[in-house]
């Protein structure tokens, strides 16, 4: 086969090991000389595998702690060298260089040691590699000769080509120099972003880029004629979707992730055992109590009709007692998150005949760290960049704005509302009463209209219920129809020039009115 490189003598030097020996055993099988460096030559010589110690090849010793191990010319010069330029060769062979026809170098974890809890700074700089990267970028420049190989993914086919053609064909090796360079640029892009930090303190970098990493192909998009895929943000370290582990179920739609990803969002901030309904990417239910199970019932019984196919979000370990509620006939649910299950609740959510192939389990670990400092929103052309909506405003800062005052009662549910509607698509109105949702209005194109639906799905308990609205409200219509359902206070941003007309409205109807001074609109 024209093109084809052989491969003669190879360098090794990885910090992931996996399937490393049988690839090298392979190598050997074929007649390869094998170079390789400090705790690879160790694995490969206690695997049973020859190998030849770079340092003894470069007459120069592995120094300062293994920073400098093959950042010697001997290298360099035997990855860079033209096999058709003669005086490439000449110049090796003039120097005792030895052509190097494969690299296989993968870099120290820099992301998984950052990400750890608890690493120093220092530790995460000695993760930071300089002979690999170096090493990578060399073999990927002259691929026209040298084939290098990142990632053990990459050793089947290797191997396979050596069978089959006694070397590496052109493309596969621009295919391993493309996969070469994106491997150093994620890593480049991993430290350069550890450096900078979370804070977005001043302004916003002059440049941002993403290094994400394919984890799957989902089975679709939104529409089965669309095609789609998830990926990796190595730099997100909270508990996330994307890394949790799914414990039971049939694979997860591209909607089960953008459904199961804002349920844990909703609960993620909430100290008390919450529970989250979701449906179509909007809480339908959400509630708080002292046990999870309970917290669970009144998130149901939010909007039941809606909870048949949603998904649900919890934020504490699920267990027996409310596996068994979920298990209560006439109920389905599509996936489940949360950060643990006990084994008694996956027991029963997985054997129950109607659950036992459908319903996805998602464990994603404790819920201590917050989530990234900015959110990312892709449209036609660029990106737009945004501080997280982390936080709602300071009750300290919130000031009761009618001659009519709040019932110390209706505190807690006050909080609540104003915390759930900045988790609702705008123009948003929730009701609230014992800490759970019982009417949502979301994304409609007038405020009125989102207060109508609310009202319309909570029915007989909006008698009773506090409304919060996610932004001002233009005219005092609103109120009249609140006052109307039985609503027995109001929270909302203010700032319209006609607050005064509401809060007057809300006087008349003897409604206390709470101004936070801060909107949450979701988009």
Same mark, same amino acid.
């Given at each position: 086969?024209?093109?084809?490189?052989?491969?003669?003598?190879?360098?090794?030097?990885?910090? @992931?090991?996996?399937?490393?020996?049988?690839?090298?055993?392979?190598?050997?099988?074929?007649?390869?000389?094998?170079?390789?460096?400090?705790?690879?030559?160790?694995?490969?010589?206690?695997?049973?595998?020859?190998?030849?110690?770079?340092?003894?090849?470069?007459?120069?010793?592995?120094?300062?702690?293994?920073?400098?191990?093959?950042?010697?010319?001997?290298?360099?010069?035997?990855?860079?060298?033209?096999?058709?330029?003669? %005086?490439?060769?000449?110049?090796?062979?003039?120097?005792?260089?030895?052509?190097?026809?494969?690299?296989?170098?993968?870099?120290?974890?820099?992301?998984?040691?950052?990400?750890?809890?608890?690493?120093?700074?220092?530790?995460?700089?000695?993760?930071?590699?300089?002979?690999?990267?170096?090493?990578?970028?060399?073999?990927?420049?002259?691929?026209?000769?040298?084939?290098?190989?990142?990632?053990?993914?990459?050793?089947?086919?290797?191997?396979?080509?050596?069978?089959?053609?006694?070397? $590496?064909?052109?493309?596969?090796?621009?295919?391993?120099?493309?996969?070469?360079?994106?491997?150093?640029?994620?890593?480049?892009?991993?430290?350069?972003?550890?450096?900078?930090?979370?804070?977005?303190?001043?302004?916003?970098?002059?440049?941002?880029?993403?290094?994400?990493?394919?984890?799957?192909?989902?089975?679709?998009?939104?529409?089965?004629?669309?095609?789609?895929?998830?990926?990796?943000?190595?730099?997100?370290?909270?508990?996330?979707?994307?890394?949790?582990?799914?414990?039971?179920?049939?694979?997860?739609?591209?909607?089960?992730?953008?459904?199961?990803?804002?349920?844990?969002?909703?609960?993620?901030?909430?100290?008390?055992?919450?529970?989250?309904?979701?449906?179509?990417?909007?809480?339908?239910?959400?509630?708080?109590?002292?046990?999870?199970?309970?917290?669970?019932?009144?998130?149901?019984?939010? %909007?039941?009709?809606?909870?048949?196919?949603?998904?649900?979000?919890?934020?504490?370990?699920?267990?027996?007692?409310?596996?068994?509620?979920?298990?209560?006939?006439?109920?389905?649910?599509?996936?489940?998150?949360?950060?643990?299950?006990?084994?008694?609740?996956?027991?029963?959510? $997985?054997?129950?005949?109607?659950?036992?192939?459908?319903?996805?389990?998602?464990?994603?670990?404790?819920? @201590? @760290?917050?989530?990234?400092?900015?959110?990312?929103?892709?449209?036609?052309?660029?990106?737009?960049?945004?501080?997280?909506?982390?936080?709602?405003?300071?009750?300290?800062?919130?000031?009761?704005?009618? %001659?009519?005052?709040?019932?110390?009662?209706?505190?807690?549910?006050?909080?609540?509302?104003?915390?759930?509607?900045?988790?609702?698509?705008?123009?948003?109105?929730v009701l609230a009463a014992d800490t759970s949702l019982v009417g949502v209005g979301a994304g409609q194109m007038s405020r009125v209209d989102s207060v109508e639906i609310s009202i319309e799905k909570a029915g007989d308990r909006a008698k009773g219920a506090i409304l919060a609205s996610d932004a001002f409200f233009p005219f005092p219509d609103s109120i009249q129809a609140a006052a109307e359902a039985g609503i027995v206070a109001v929270i909302q941003p203010g700032g319209s020039r006609r607050d005064d007309e509401v809060i007057e409205a809300c006087d008349n109807y003897e409604i206390p009115?709470?101004?936070?001074?801060?909107?949450?609109?979701?988009?």
């Open positions: 086969m024209s093109n084809v490189a052989s491969i003669r003598n190879a360098l090794i030097s990885v910090s @992931d090991k996996l399937g490393l020996a049988d690839l090298a055993a392979g190598l050997q099988r074929a007649g390869v000389t094998i170079y390789s460096t400090g705790g690879t030559r160790r694995h490969l010589e206690q695997s049973g595998v020859d190998v030849l110690d770079v340092a003894d090849y470069t007459g120069f010793p592995e120094m300062l702690d293994g920073r400098v191990k093959t950042l010697h010319p001997k290298v360099f010069g035997g990855i860079l060298a033209i096999r058709d330029r003669q %005086d490439h060769m000449d110049a090796i062979d003039e120097h005792d260089i030895v052509p190097f026809d494969l690299v296989i170098v993968n870099l120290y974890p820099f992301a998984a040691t950052a990400a750890r809890s608890g690493v120093s700074f220092q530790e995460c700089v000695e993760q930071i590699d300089i002979g690999g990267p170096s090493l990578v970028r060399a073999a990927a420049k002259n691929h026209n000769d040298v084939a290098v190989a990142t990632s053990p993914e990459q050793y089947g086919e290797l191997l396979e080509q050596l069978d089959s053609t006694g070397g $590496t064909t052109p493309e596969f090796r621009k295919q391993l120099a493309a996969d070469a360079f994106d491997h150093t640029a994620a890593y480049d892009r991993a430290i350069a972003d550890y450096m900078r930090g979370d804070s977005l303190a001043g302004e916003f970098p002059a440049s941002m880029h993403l290094a994400l990493r394919r984890k799957t192909q989902l089975r679709y998009g939104e529409n089965p004629h669309q095609r789609a895929a998830l990926y990796v943000d190595p730099t997100v370290r909270s508990a996330n979707l994307v890394s949790a582990r799914q414990i039971s179920g049939k694979e997860l739609s591209y909607n089960n992730l953008l459904d199961l990803d804002s349920a844990l969002e909703i609960v993620r901030g909430m100290s008390r055992p919450a529970v989250s309904v979701i449906k179509h990417n909007n809480p339908c239910g959400a509630a708080t109590d002292q046990k999870l199970v309970d917290a669970c019932r009144k998130a149901l019984a939010g %909007d039941p009709l809606s909870a048949f196919g949603s998904v649900l979000g919890f934020n504490k370990t699920v267990d027996v007692a409310t596996a068994e509620l979920l298990c209560e006939p006439g109920l389905f649910i599509e996936a489940i998150v949360a950060p643990d299950f006990e084994a008694g609740a996956v027991g029963l959510l $997985t054997t129950r005949p109607r659950w036992r192939e459908n319903v996805r389990l998602m464990q994603v670990g404790i819920l @201590d @760290d917050p989530p990234p400092a900015i959110q990312r929103r892709f449209i036609s052309g660029g990106m737009l960049v945004q501080e997280t909506d982390r936080m709602t405003s300071p009750r300290a800062q919130w000031v009761t704005a009618t %001659d009519t005052k709040v019932d110390e009662e209706l505190w807690d549910d006050i909080v609540f509302g104003w915390e759930m509607v900045r988790h609702v698509k705008s123009n948003a109105i009115m709470i101004l936070t001074g801060r909107r949450h609109f979701k988009h």
